[in-house]
């Protein structure tokens, strides 16, 4: 088997591996898997426990820590240096588990993305996972597909690939099988082979498999890319950013503690302990595991109501939806097109039964209409959809099995319907050549023999100049444009998308046949299809427009059966709200087209470049965009847009690679979840950050009022590690799995530019903080000038301190809502959380040995009731700032 099967011949490329034109057999190609291996590239291994567990060391703040561990053993402070390393190997298990739990469910949902490939085997045309994929397979090419492995190629159709992903050249390259290339040339000039990872730009193609996974072009070049670290989220960045910062901050003032200290008159060892455990007491070094945990959480919810997130920085984006540019087909309907009227020239329209795949039905002719003559006229009409087809219909036991495009699909039932079938046609009528429906074009013509002809489909407005007669009852008669377009409003206002359709002659060969050779063609009638809405479509555009969110649909069909859909939708009631594609690329400057999208519920005849300037436009206009796509050509707007969202079933692989999200069920209900979801993802996080933040602020107000005071130092160093890093640590990764609070559909979208800490979260960090730091330097005031010893008053205002945090976690459960509405098992994970942290901080009270170390000791019922009722102060504080904040809105 030649090495080179660019400069082979396609029979040799075909022998040496053992395959006709029909495919290999299922028997053949799972020995051949077997015996090669999967087509897959070797994945950035995962790091293992260990690793993971390591990685909970890399920071500064850690590194410091163990600096004040190692300088407490060597001034022979064995119990605060065992302590420190104790609690920095609890912070780094807890960690282990999160990021390690957080790394299996990402490679969960990673499999959820597996490629597909379209194969040739046992002489039927089927789709396989493409890591089945073995070396001579017959592979097909369509556009918007991800080539699945180097393939040597035997027929192509207008098939432009391209390859910058290996060769840099951004032009797509022209492809022609026919070639034989030298043995030397490099792979930009391999004008017969498309390789693995490239994305076929436009056109048809079939070809041989000739490499699989590692020995592919791309496999050749893995290694380079293997191991690289994926993008982290902007919100994580940003809060790493702040983090950054704020310790420098907390820098600053710890020094001027320690300051204070000193001239105090405390050791020096005591003092670089106490700075330490100062600044992390204040910095919240178990944010970003707290962000990352849950993001995840918010990953794995989505991906239960069919969402999966490709890229992280969509579930922050999600919180900021103003606007949804969305497919209608497949998207707001069920994509099960039925044609279910035939309006033929001289007849009325008449209507096919059945409905869906199965072709179970016939044509319906009334009875004052010449049998025959609509007979005649339906049967060549049929004939034309039949050969310029490119989809398949089988019948697999008792069940109909299609492939291909759901148009295509649907026209080969109508032909069926009618007693025609496409492999008898095309026994008679062999395809010559092809011209392959484009988004741009609008249609699709096939070339066939004997005499040269030619069959289209495709939108009425360009089929009409291509056709100089009609067919008629009898004979074919001139073209009537006037009775052809009312027969299609008429159609379109009943909400059927139309389809024109039309056969001729024509002076073109294979080698000559293309767009310029359609003229002259018998225009042979419409076919009215329609695609039921999802039933779940209007409900989930009304709930859009409670939240806040604009909805806009986008397509291809005609203005008038746009409208008929929208008004169902309830998306649009009048006709000025639809836009067209013409009307786009007719305006006269960018106002002009602003000025039109602003106004369109319903952007209809658009082309994929014109999906673009939609979105653009939409974004110069202050909007929050997701698209939705399905097409290669729908990638330059997915991409473009805040969030692009491709379609999982019927999306090209190209537009899943572009997104940033991908509906599994192709629904636009799951848009909507996801919304939901990305916004309690959003909210969640803002939770987690308010419940760190404002308690390390209050603990520093509460530590720093005390020395400005001339009190002894509130708490040792190993009292203020165990606040930040043990009883804190505990709750704060539960508050991150906090349910939807019921009203996020019911809100407005944030503001995209809107800072984390607005000014709703600079207040509530403020009044608790305030309220916090107040509350504990007057409680350990009081102590000291009740009499308790230093060692008495620090255990009272820990454990007051421990309360403190309990209260906080419930009362960062909502900004807004009253927290005497939230039933606590409402997150029993969170209620778990809080009471293991009090049962902690008690069970150390009673632990020989710990309880020395943290110095404190157990207290009385009373003593212990006393600080639980002071802590609950805090509650009401927050409650009557929630509710002053219900009363006067920001």
């Known amino acids: 088997m030649s090495g080179r099967p660019h400069h082979d011949s396609i029979e040799s490329v075909l022998a040496g591996r053992g395959v006709t034109a029909g495919g290999l057999s299922q028997t053949e190609a799972a020995a051949r898997l077997a015996r090669n291996g999967p087509n897959e590239l070797p994945h950035g291994r995962q790091a293992g426990l260990v690793l ?48 390690y739990n957080a790394q299996r469910s990402a490679a969960a949902l990673a499999s959820l993305t597996v490629p597909r490939a379209l194969v040739v085997r046992d002489g039927e045309e089927l789709e396989i996972d493409a890591r089945h994929l073995v070396e001579g397979d017959i592979v097909l090419l369509e556009t918007g597909n991800l080539v699945p492995a180097d393939l040597r190629l035997i027929t192509a159709n207008g098939l432009q690939v391209d390859e910058s992903l290996l060769t840099g050249e951004s032009k797509a390259v022209n492809k022609h099988p026919q070639a034989i290339v030298d043995a030397d040339a490099g792979m930009g000039d391999r004008v017969n082979m498309a390789f693995a990872g490239t994305l076929v730009q436009r056109g048809r193609g079939r070809g041989v498999c000739v490499a699989t996974g590692l020995n592919t072009q791309l496999g050749a070049i893995a290694e380079a890319v293997l191991g690289r670290e994926g993008a982290r989220p902007p919100l994580l960045l940003r809060m790493e950013t702040f983090t950054r910062k704020l310790t420098v901050l ?110 179970a039905g016939e ?126 409003r008429e159609l379109a206002d009943q909400g059927y998308r139309v389809m024109a359709v039309a056969d001729g002659r024509v002076n073109a060969d294979a080698d000559s046949f293309g767009p310029d050779r359609l003229a002259g063609l018998c225009f042979l009638g419409l076919v009215g299809t329609i695609d039921p809405l999802r039933p779940d479509a209007p409900a989930a555009i009304a709930a859009c427009g409670r939240a ?219 009044v608790s903080a305030l309220w916090i730091g107040t509350v504990c330097a007057g409680a350990f005031w009081w102590l000291l000038d009740r009499g308790a010893s230093e060692f008495e008053a620090r255990n009272s205002v820990l454990l007051l301190m421990v309360f403190f945090q309990n209260i906080q976690v419930g009362n960062a459960r909502s900004e807004s809502e009253s927290g005497f509405l939230i039933s606590p098992l409402r997150n029993p994970l969170l209620l778990a959380g809080t009471a293991l942290a009090q049962l902690v901080h008690i069970g150390a009270m009673f632990t020989p040995g710990l309880n020395r170390v943290l110095q404190i000791a157990p207290v009385s019922a009373t003593e212990y009731g006393l600080w639980l009722v002071a802590a609950l102060s805090l509650f009401l504080v927050l409650e009557a700032y929630k509710l002053v904040r219900r009363l006067r809105p920001l």
């Open 548 to 766: 806040g969110v604009a909805v806009a649909m986008v397509t291809g069909d005609h203005p008038v059966t746009a409208l008929a859909i929208a008004r169902k939708l309830g998306l649009a009631s009048d006709a000025a709200e639809v836009v067209t594609g013409p009307q786009l690329a007719s305006a006269p400057d960018d106002s002009a087209r602003a000025a039109l999208v602003r106004q369109a519920r319903v952007f209809a005849r658009v082309e994929p470049r014109q999906k673009l300037e939609i979105v653009q436009a939409l974004q110069a206009q202050g909007h929050f965009v997701a698209v939705t796509g399905d097409g290669a050509n729908d990638a330059p707007a997915l991409r473009q847009a805040n969030v692009g969202v491709a379609m999982g079933k019927s999306g090209t692989d190209v537009a899943r690679e572009t997104a940033d999200l991908i509906i599994t069920d192709d629904a636009f209900g799951s848009i909507v979840a996801g919304i939901e979801e990305g916004r309690v993802a959003y909210a969640n996080v803002r939770k987690v950050i308010f419940l760190l933040i404002s308690t390390g602020a209050g603990t520093i107000l509460a530590f720093i009022t005390c020395l400005a005071l001339g009190l002894p130092m509130l708490f040792v160093a190993t009292q203020l590690l165990w606040l930040n890093l043990v009883t804190n640590g505990i709750q704060d990764v539960a508050l991150a799995f906090e349910p939807a609070e019921g009203n996020e559909l019911s809100r407005r979208p944030r503001p995209p530019k809107e800072p984390i800490f607005n000014r709703r979260m600079i207040e509530s960090v403020l």
């Open 52 to 99: 993971v567990f390591l990685h909970q060391f890399k920071s500064p703040l850690i590194y410091v820590l163990l600096v004040a561990a190692l300088v407490a053993v060597l001034l022979g402070d064995w119990e605060d240096g065992l302590f420190i390393g104790a609690v920095l190997l609890l912070n780094a298990v807890i960690g282990t588990i999160q990021e």
């Open 250 to 359: 907390i820098g600053v003032a710890c020094a001027l503690v320690a300051a204070v200290a000193l001239a105090r008159g405390q050791s020096a060892q005591e003092v670089f302990v106490l700075a330490v455990a100062l600044a992390v007491a204040a910095i919240p070094e178990g944010l970003p595991v707290a962000l990352t945990v849950a993001l995840a959480i918010a990953v794995r919810r989505m991906s239960r109501r069919r969402v999966i997130v490709r890229k992280l920085a969509a579930v922050e984006a999600l919180g900021s939806c103003t606007y949804i540019a969305s497919d209608k087909t497949g998207t707001l309907t069920m994509n099960q097109l039925t044609a279910e009227r035939l309006w033929l020239p001289g007849l009325p329209l008449l209507r096919l039964s059945g409905q869906g795949v199965n072709p």
């Open 363 to 488: 044509l319906v002719i009334p009875p004052d209409t010449d049998t025959l003559a609509a007979r005649a006229l339906a049967e060549r009409l049929a004939r034309a959809v039949a050969l310029c087809n490119e989809a398949t219909l089988a019948l697999k036991g008792q069940t109909w099995v299609t492939h291909g495009d759901a148009v295509d699909v649907s026209l080969l039932v109508v032909a069926h319907k009618l007693g025609i079938t496409r492999p008898a046609l095309e026994a008679h009528h062999p395809l010559l050549a092809s011209v392959p429906f484009e988004s741009e074009r609008q249609y699709a013509a096939t070339l066939h023999g004997p005499g040269a002809l030619a069959c289209v489909k495709g939108a009425l407005e360009k089929l009409l100049p291509m056709c100089a007669s009609m067919a008629a009852p009898g004979a074919d008669t001139p073209l009537d444009r006037q009775a052809v377009e009312a027969a299609a």
